[in-house]
């Protein structure tokens, strides 16, 4: 079996996928996925996604299936259409942030530095506001030293 076909059937074709992929130049696109027993809180994904989207970089955001449309402005999928792939549901993940921050020496940390008890995520609300999801996509999607060093294993 195929690593990207373990767990969950994914919820959009991967053909769909990499050939959306093979459309943008290499080392372009930001993956943005939780591990699936991440929960949020609407107003939390609201600002995750208005931060994706004032950053201007090209990204794909999986949100799990259990949330319903309609934490995201009016408008919002027609904004990012040309540079965004939101998939609803499962996709593989690979790595945690752990392993790719501290392991690997890839990626960006976005500031979280605690965990959430289950069932609380709606009383604690934002922990990530939308200027840090943009700030810190940017920073890793520009061109600083600091992404260049990421990039050639540095």
């Known amino acids: 079996m195929d690593i990207a076909e373990r767990g969950n059937r994914a919820s959009i074709d991967k053909d769909q996928v990499l050939t959306w992929l093979d459309s943008k130049k ?4 930001l993956y943005v996925c939780f591990d699936s027993l991440c929960y949020f809180s609407k ?23 259990s949330y319903k449309d309609g934490f995201l402005p009016e408008g919002f999928d027609e ?8 998939i609803k549901g499962w996709a593989p993940q690979f790595y945690n942030e752990n392993f790719a921050l501290n392991r690997l020496d890839i990626g960006a940390g976005i500031g979280v530095k605690t965990g959430l008890a289950w069932g ?24 600083s030293e600091a992404v260049q060093g990421m990039e050639s294993g540095e």
């Open 26 to 29: 290499p080392n372009s696109v």
């Open 43 to 65: 107003s939390q994904l609201l600002e995750i996604g208005l931060g994706l989207e004032s950053s201007k970089a090209l990204f794909i955001w999986v949100i799990r299936n």
């Open 79 to 86: 904004r990012v259409r040309d540079r965004a792939l939101v």
């Open 120 to 143: 609380e995520e709606e009383n604690i609300g934002v922990l990530v506001t939308r200027d840090r999801v943009e700030e810190v996509v940017t920073r890793l999607m520009g061109e």
